[in-house]
């Protein structure tokens, strides 16, 4: 049993447009969906590409993305990583693969100098929060936007 | 008494950080405060920056700002502007000045062709939501997101 996780390359929006509806399946928003598979190649792939994806694959088959792009925070002064998205297919949860998914982006914002990932998730979803939780992401005081940071952004890296 | 709006450019770092160090000392955040206005001087001088920021001046002198950075959505495929922060200095408030800076973001993300403009709203900030919505902002409860797009958006940039 291996998992991979590498960037997405040309030719597999498709792929990432169906995680994305999938995603928004699960998140009870499919009716919000009218984004193309050329608007992602242009997002993705384009002279000036707006965001980045990692996929994740499980003996060679494609079972998760993780969607982000960089951010910056006025308060620090610094630059960020920013997840948009974050999607593991039902039948292949419980192997590890969402959290994979974050630390290679945990392990990018530190490679990169980048003190802070930060990330959002519908209050109704108990199940991620206890997993984000459990990473070392914490909410933010009156805010429903989770960050990891600092120490537990180091470990989640590592 | 008059109003004018620009877009930031190098040199404006000190301005910009005694602006939203401001605003993080009126949300009692000024422990999180941390940015230099070289920090800032950075994005300013880089054309391809994925963050900037709006000035404005009452009669000349600097007196808000509001910091903006690129998003995306995946459910439209397209980049949208995220709002950081919106600033008026304590001796400019109740001018006006708050509102022409939402005005003058709605048009800035017009003009790049971006659908949408988002950002976040505290939760016990009464008065900003009331503005808001007088704006034409949908604001969702579960997490005091703020988002301003299609006729409302065109509204409030005209």
Redesign the interface.
């Given at each position: 049993m291996t998992l991979e996780i590498r960037p997405a390359r040309p030719g597999e929006e498709g792929l990432v447009l169906a995680f994305i509806r999938k995603l928004a399946d699960y998140e009870k928003l499919a009716h919000e969906v009218t984004a193309r598979e050329a608007d992602l190649r242009e997002g993705l792939f384009g002279p000036a590409p707006r965001c980045h994806c990692d996929l994740a694959f499980w003996n060679g088959e494609a079972v998760g993305f993780a969607l982000w792009f960089y951010n910056f925070s006025t308060f620090a002064g610094k630059a960020g990583i920013y997840l948009e998205d974050l999607f593991v297919e039902p039948h292949m949860r419980g192997r590890g693969i969402g959290k994979a998914l974050l630390k290679t982006l945990a392990r990018r914002c530190v490679d990169e100098g980048l003190p802070r990932l930060q990330w959002w998730v519908l209050d109704w979803n108990e199940p991620s929060i206890a997993v984000y939780r459990a990473l070392g992401a914490r909410p933010m005081d009156e805010w429903t936007v989770f960050r990891v940071s600092g120490p537990e952004l180091e470990a989640l890296a590592s | 008494m008059s109003i004018t709006i620009r877009p930031a450019v190098a040199g404006d770092g000190a301005t910009?950080t005694r602006m939203?160090r401001a605003l993080?000392e009126h949300h009692g955040?000024e422990a999180?405060?941390?940015?230099?206005p070289e920090?800032?001087e950075k994005?300013l001088a880089d054309p391809?920056a994925?963050?900037g920021a709006l000035i404005a001046c009452w009669n000349g002198e600097p007196a808000g700002c509001a910091?903006w950075?690129?998003?995306?959505?995946?459910?439209?495929?397209?980049?949208t502007i995220?709002m950081?922060?919106i600033s008026v200095l304590p001796d400019y408030r109740r001018k006006g000045i708050g509102s022409a800076l939402l005005r003058a973001m709605a048009r800035f993300v017009l003009d790049r062709g971006a659908p949408r403009l988002h950002w976040?709203l505290?939760?016990?900030n009464g008065e900003a939501r009331r503005l808001y919505a007088e704006a034409g902002a949908v604001i969702e409860d579960?997490?005091?997101?703020c988002i301003l797009e299609g006729e409302a958006l065109e509204r409030l940039a005209s």
């Open positions: - | 910009l939203i993080a955040y999180h405060f941390s940015a230099q920090d800032y994005f391809a994925i963050n910091t950075q690129r998003s995306y959505s995946t459910f439209i495929g397209r980049e995220y950081e922060d976040l505290m939760a016990w579960g997490n005091c997101h």
